[in-house]
């Protein structure tokens, strides 16, 4: 596709839930982030993909979250047992390969009620 | 602990006037991204520095990379409304954190007022 795309735009959920967040890199980028960006901060590393191996999760807070990229394209981010803490925008990017520019995805602001 | 820090966190400045944000490190970086970033969007980068002393302008924006590839600062001449906005700076290649991961510091947020 033209940029990162992210599904779904907005997610509400109820505590205890499990959700699986989506996201499509750009076609043919090798490295993929995610990060949980907070109003008015900077983005928190959770962890990063080359290809389809998962390079670094020291970002994630907890062992309820995680991720997977099986095929080195598509990744999904899952929280199960979701707690309100939860509650933020979480941002994917991809990049052509390591260090280079990061191009984000418009976000998925996740609620949890 | 943060590994990047930026400063000043917030800053309100009138059209016109000049500004100057950092970014600083106690680590070396292999490389240096600055990003902007607009309300309800995803950060946009600008610029990335590579060499210690390195200094790109980008038309009114001045970015520095410092000698010793720890900090850089951002300039801007005559600011303009358009330039409002959240700047990030963001480091690659630390060996503390694991060579090619992407971190960002917390971001200033820019407010150029007409």
């Known amino acids: 596709g033209a940029g990162v795309s992210q599904s779904p735009r907005y997610k509400v959920t109820k505590r205890g839930q499990d959700v699986a967040l989506r996201c499509d890199p750009i076609?043919?980028?090798?490295?993929l982030y995610w990060y949980r960006q907070a109003l008015g901060q900077g983005p928190e590393f959770l962890t990063y993909?080359?290809?389809?191996?998962?390079?670094?999760k020291s970002g994630l807070p907890n062992d309820r979250f995680s991720a997977e990229r099986p095929e080195g394209s598509i990744s999904t981010l899952t929280i199960q047992r979701t707690e309100q803490r939860d509650s933020a925008m979480y941002r994917c990017?991809?990049?052509?390969?390591?260090?280079?520019?990061?191009?984000f995805g418009q976000g998925t602001r996740l609620t949890v009620v | 602990t943060q590994l990047l820090e930026q400063s000043p966190q917030f800053l309100s400045i009138q059209e016109g006037e000049n500004l100057t944000v950092y970014c600083n490190s106690s680590?070396?970086?292999?490389?240096l991204q600055w990003y902007r970033q607009e309300p309800g969007e995803g950060p946009v980068l600008l610029v990335t520095?590579?060499?210690?002393?390195e200094v790109k302008k980008l038309k009114r924006l001045t970015f520095q990379f410092g000698d010793a590839r720890k900090d850089s600062s951002l300039h801007i001449t005559a600011a303009q409304p358009g330039d409002t906005g959240l700047y990030l700076c963001?480091?690659?290649?630390?060996?503390?954190?694991?060579?090619?991961?992407?971190?960002f510091g917390p971001g200033t947020s820019l407010s150029v007022i007409p």
């Open positions: 990017a991809s990049s052509q390969e390591r260090e280079t520019e990061a191009f």
């Open positions: 076609s043919g980028h090798v490295s």
């Open positions: 993909f080359n290809y389809e191996a998962q390079q670094d």
């Open positions: 680590s070396v970086f292999s490389s």
């Open positions: 520095v590579v060499t210690g002393g």
């Open positions: 963001a480091g690659a290649g630390n060996w503390k954190t694991s060579y090619d991961k992407v971190i």
